[in-house]
């Protein structure tokens, strides 16, 4: 049997090609490469614009108040107290942790250092958790031991401001264990008005004339509250009778005449003209209601003639009855820092108030400017037939009322420039026909705010005119049970009952 020829051998597979391999390889690590390369450039972007975001907002950011009553938002007024400081001002919260004001009042404070980095400075001093810095503050201030209170430092001058001026706190509660309960924060007005004593250095004088059936100021009087409003504002109230003195006191800085129902006499007018005539400042609140000619020819001898009316308005209250609105709502008029700083403010007027025609043209040879400050809003008008009124009836007589132009406050100033920026010595003087103004019960925020605003026109104190701190009130809300039960019952068990439920579908769904 023939032998098979022999087979050459299969030829084996022959290895891959290596230069394939290699660029397979080196265009996979290329293309991690690019990746990795990417990735890093976006993460070195995103870094880069968020440390620029922080940079950017480290210098130039703003804060906001989600308060409800926004108690940590400052008022216009306290602003440009700040604004106007030329010397450096310190507070000093030195307050526990554990009183009740001292996380608002630090919040508060830190307001007042963000508005005025320069020069004002802020430090939080513990009792209990730095002893040593307040022994130092205690020693250096005179303090008693555990008090809280906020100092405030200009240049070796101080105000210690306790507690209690800067909250009302209930405590009914403390004879049952309970912690005394804010009810009000005044803390803006006290810090406000302590930097104002510190950085003034001496207070303002003001007197109010007595002796004609005005009101007085201090405890207990009809302007109780006047008293503590100026008090606030680092000025001193006295008051004198033109009567007992031989000249309006040299030291007035103002000089308030506040509803006089009685005349003045011919002395007391001479006193009067000779304190304008040297340069004199005047608050006057008119009485519509008084018997007042001396008075009223002084005012028009500056150009400022009253008017025999008294502005009103009706309203239409149903069933063809028509109501008489007596209470007056103005709104700021002409050039004055009083008007530009408080435009958008509406002064309420209550009780009697009158209007004033502004003779302009008259006094100005003299060096006079008189100009409107207050004006009625529209749909009021100066009804002359007020005297027996409920028997006539009240309609606008276009023939006899005043319709338009209802100045019931003005402003009169000799010797002053044309430019309100330029501070002269010039007279000045604020008059209003109405004399409830400030009458203790009746003063409310924006009375205050246009009254302190014109006192400090009047002392060229224009960078603290603007709108007054407000009180912030605490807020409670009282349910009855079958509204707290309802409440209860959405809360905390309806809310947690349906997520729980939510989520008990959702692990069923996967596990199935």
Known sequence: MAAAPPQDPKPATPPPAAAPASRSSQAGFLRRLGIGTNVTLQMLLLAFILLAANGYAFKHYHRFDFSRDRKYALSDRTKQLLGSLSKPVKLIVFMSTRSPLQADVANLAEEYRVTNPKLVTIENVDPFRNASRASEVSNKYKLVADESVVIVDCEGRSKIIRDEKMAELDTSGVQYGQPPTITAFTGEQAISGGILEVSEGKKSNVYYVQGHGEGSVGEGKSLETLGKLLDSEHITVQEVNLLNVQAVPADTGVLMVLGAKLDYSDREIQLLDAYWENGGRVLLLRNPDGTTPHLDDFLARLGVRTDDNRVLRTLDIG????????????????????????????????????????????????????????????????????????????????????????????????????????????????????????????????????????????????????????????????????????LFGVMVLAIPGSCAFLGLIVWWRRRA
């Open 319 to 486: 069933g063809g009855v028509v109501g008489i609105v007596r209470d007056v709502y103005t709104g700021f008029e002409g050039s004055t820092a009083i008007a530009k700083q408080l435009a958008g403010v509406n002064v309420p007027l209550s009780g009697s108030t009158a209007t004033f025609t502004l003779e302009t043209d008259k006094v100005a040879s003299a060096g006079t400017r008189v100009e409107p400050l207050l004006e009625a809003l529209k749909g009021y008008w100066g009804e002359t037939d007020y005297k027996d009124i409920e028997n006539t009836g009240v309609y606008l007589d276009k023939g006899k009322d005043k319709e338009k132009d209802l100045v019931v406050a003005a402003t009169v100033q000799k010797g002053a420039v044309a430019d309100q920026r330029v501070q002269t010595n010039a007279a000045r003087l604020v008059v209003v026909n109405n004399s409830h103004l400030v009458e203790t019960g009746g003063i409310g925020e924006q009375s205050a705010t246009f009254f302190v605003g014109s006192l400090n026109w009047l002392l060229e104190r224009d960078a603290l005119i603007g709108v007054a701190p407000k009180l912030v009130k605490t807020f409670s809300l009282n349910l009855p049970e079958d509204q707290i039960r309802t």
